[in-house]
């Protein structure tokens, strides 16, 4: 398994931005499918984001317009640009890996994933 590491979280104002980072051990292009969680106490994972070997993404309707995630293969690092940041975003946010070759799964769904990063923290006050 590559071993993910996140990077980036934060304490910010609502309305500002946070650029999150989450960086695999090996070549994270080489058949992953690439995702973003949160999760909020007493809740389960949220899907945030997905990009897929392609690079096409996939969002939240929560977060749509305002959170973008891509990729840099050479730096085998995927991040999530997050713009316009409001207190409902406060959350773990949690990168999440799944090696598959097929589109469909590669979905907002945390139980199709079995390869986790530790977390990072964001929070946003009012």
């Known amino acids: 398994q590559v071993q993910l590491v996140e990077s980036g979280g934060g304490s910010v104002q609502a309305g500002r931005s946070l650029r999150l980072s989450c960086t695999g051990s090996g070549n994270t292009n080489e058949g992953y499918c690439m995702a973003w969680f949160r999760q909020v106490p007493g809740q389960g994972r949220e899907g945030v984001a997905r990009?897929?070997?392609?690079?096409?993404?996939m969002y939240a309707d929560s977060v749509k317009g305002r959170f973008t995630a891509d990729k840099d293969n050479t730096k085998n690092s995927v991040y999530l640009q997050m713009n316009s940041l409001q207190p409902e975003d406060t959350a773990m946010y949690y990168c999440?890996?799944?090696?598959?070759?097929?589109?469909?799964?590669?979905?907002?769904?945390?139980?199709?994933?079995?390869?986790w990063g530790q977390g990072v923290a964001v929070a946003v006050s009012s």
């Open positions: 990009v897929f070997l392609d690079g096409s993404t």
């Open positions: 999440a890996s799944r090696r598959t070759s097929i589109a469909r799964r590669c979905t907002l769904s945390s139980t199709d994933y079995n390869n």
